[in-house]
């Protein structure tokens, strides 16, 4: 199973990154629906995780801590000295990470996890 936890982006049912100095994802697991190199499932998790992460680097110039090991990745992003800009930004990439990995948890229910968790 893919569990995807996100750490400290949610406040009554909807994204906030006010409310923390510090957000993070992390995705860990396989799906098991096929071979390393071959799973459909790890590699769209994979390319929207992917993705997120560089356009933050990229595009928003974003400092993150990551980890990138087998089967796990994430992503640590220190809130402090964004601009109410970048932050909205931040949100959106979010939220777009979110509807895609919503999306395929509803074709593969049994093989990824969406986890929310608050310090």
């Given at each position: ?8 982006i949610?406040?009554n049912d909807?994204i ?5 100095a ?10 098991g ?14 390319a929207?995780?992917q993705?997120f992460?560089?356009t933050v680097a ?15 990745l994430?992503?640590?992003?220190d ?11 931040l949100?959106l ?11 395929i ?10 986890e929310?968790?608050?310090?």
């Amino acid at each position: 199973m893919i569990i995807a936890v996100f750490k400290n982006i949610v406040s009554n049912d909807e994204i906030d990154l006010d409310k923390s100095a510090v957000v993070s994802l992390e995705v860990s697991g396989h799906s098991g629906l096929n071979k390393k190199g071959s799973d459909i499932l790890c590699s769209a998790v994979s390319a929207l995780t992917q993705t997120f992460i560089v356009t933050v680097a990229r595009v928003l110039n974003i400092e993150q801590k990551l980890v990138k090991e087998d089967g796990f990745l994430s992503s640590r992003i220190d809130l402090n000295g964004l601009s109410k800009e970048s932050k909205e930004k931040l949100k959106l990439l979010f939220e777009s990470l979110l509807i895609g990995l919503f999306e395929i948890s509803k074709e593969y229910p049994d093989k990824i996890k969406i986890e929310f968790v608050n310090d």
